[in-house]
């Protein structure tokens, strides 16, 4: 296979980084009326603009020739398929087949998927039906009022994300927690308010071994106990998530209250499984499937549209332009809806646990930049935060505005403020103000030649800062289904074209091994097992306890 630094288009590339160094994006919007036009696309309930990068023609056709040279259009169809892309851990990546509303066959290993992921989603509508009738009854016979997930990483952020951002639409039978934290004061603080004999605990851990989660979940079993004083009770108050049976019923759950997941199914890309299943519990079984169908009409977009009108590559690929005409090693998301408040977070996980890689697919250590770093919060939050850098600090960041044309829930006056200034920051940063236009500016509001000079340098914005518009008619949850899917596969374009394995997670290893050590040390055994510094702390910590 072809390296990227092999590509043509990949040297085409650097030479028009080079060329553009000095390119104002205020130029290129001053040259063309139509750049809007040119550089946007709708797609399904959103549209994107891309228009605010320091893209051309020429450099698009470059982009997409790299793609092209990647063979991206090869891998998505291998992905697609089941072919086994997650090569380190020899496994297919089948987050599409889990919403493949369109139930066509799905190969892995000649077994057709569709039939297990089918018959999962209807134990899982039997199951939410049960929980949101009244029908599952807690030990003592009373309704279920709460239910609590218990899981980190890709098994607490999107069930969490999706569930804040849906809330919407949850009506008032159940209410949902997330407890991900192994500090104590999580699990407390969560459990302080519920009662005991009307919460429903889904623990999800795909390994069921993740040492935060079966911290947390035996601290919750014991809660229980304190009040059922019966290990019977567990079986009216626990589910599982899992691939793992035995850890599953060794730990006491009823393994006929498990939902099944499978090794095809990354973490961080397990939201569309059962993994799912607090957020079918919270809006229903429907609603699940609506967030299910807007993911799978951005999988239709993403496979079947050409490379030139498929909104996820070519925010992958602005991706790469703006790191390599920028240097730019941050991605900043900005969610100007407070529903997703929760979103940058999801897919800042996504993103750097998928392509934070320092290799490439032969083992060669990588020569270019993979993942930047992805960072954010709520917009309108941030302007008052950290902003100031976006606009005036001496590094580019890249930035993704995500707003709605409707808010999900209308207070008069106050969507239409929110998005004025989600507009305003996309112009400011573009456009920036000139010396000439801060001089006009000061010499309005009366100040003297000297004051002017003086102030003049601290108030110009360069501007020429880059920028992504995604703007969603609202956060309903097919709209909200497309939106991840559509960062999904951004993600996967930009580890095809970096060609990096976007699917395992290696780095995360070491320090869960080091951290078990380590307990053993805090819980008795002698410390010198590590560098000075470390052994210094964990002793220091030891004796301060004592
Ligand atoms: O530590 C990283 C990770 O493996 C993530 O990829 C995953 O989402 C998370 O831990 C939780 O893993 P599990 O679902 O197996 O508990």
Known sequence: ??????????????????????????????????????????????????????????????????????????????????????????????????????????????VNVMDQINDELATM???????????????????????VNIGIGGSNLGPKMVSE???????????????????GVEVAEVLRPLNPEQVL????????????????????????????????????????????????????????????????????????????????????????????????????????????????VILALVGIWNSLLHGAQNQVILPYDQPLKSFTAYIQQADMESNGKHVVQSGERVSYQTAPVVWGQLGIDGQHAFYQLLHQGNVIVPADFIGSVQSSTPVRGHHENLMANFFAQTEALMNGITEDQVREQLEGQGLDAKEIEDLLPHKVHEGNRPSNTVLLDRVDPRTLGALIAMYEHKIFSQGVIWDICSFDQWGVELGKTLAKGILAEINGDSTNAHDASTNGLIEYFKAQRS
């Open 125 to 147: 509508r039997r199951f939410v039906d049960k929980v949101r009738s009244g029908e599952w009854l807690g030990y003592s016979g009373k309704r279920i009022t709460d239910v």
């Open 1 to 110: 296979m072809l390296k990227l630094t092999q590509s043509e288009n990949w040297e085409r590339l650097q030479a028009l980084a080079k060329q553009h160094q000095q390119t104002h994006l205020r130029d290129l919007f001053a040259e063309d009326q139509h750049r809007f036009e040119r550089y946007s696309l709708p797609v399904q309930n959103i549209l994107l603009d891309y228009s605010k990068n320091c893209v051309t023609e020429e450099v698009m056709e470059a982009l997409f020739g790299l793609a092209k040279d990647m063979d991206l259009t090869g891998a998505i169809e291998r992905m697609y398929r089941g072919a086994k892309i997650n090569t380190t851990e020899d496994r297919a990546v089948l987050h599409t087949a889990l919403r493949n509303r369109s139930n066509t066959p799905v190969f892995v290993d000649d």
């Open 165 to 183: 951002a849906l809330s919407a639409y949850a009506g008032n039978t159940l209410r949902v927690h997330f407890i991900s934290n192994v500090d």
């Open 201 to 312: 605990f889904v623990v999800a851990s795909k390994t069921f071994t993740t040492s935060e989660t079966m911290t947390n979940a035996q601290t919750a079993r014991n809660w229980l106990m304190a009040s059922a004083f019966d290990e019977r009770a567990v079986k009216n108050h626990f589910v599982a998530v899992s691939t793992n049976t035995e850890a599953v019923a060794e730990f006491g759950i009823d393994t006929g209250h498990m939902f099944t997941m499978w090794d095809w199914v990354g973490g961080r890309y397990s939201i569309w499984s059962a993994i799912g299943l607090p957020i079918a519990l919270y809006i229903g079984f429907d609603q699940f499937e609506e967030l299910l169908t807007g993911a799978h009409d951005m999988d239709r977009h993403f496979r079947d549209q050409s490379l030139e009108k498929n909104a996820p």
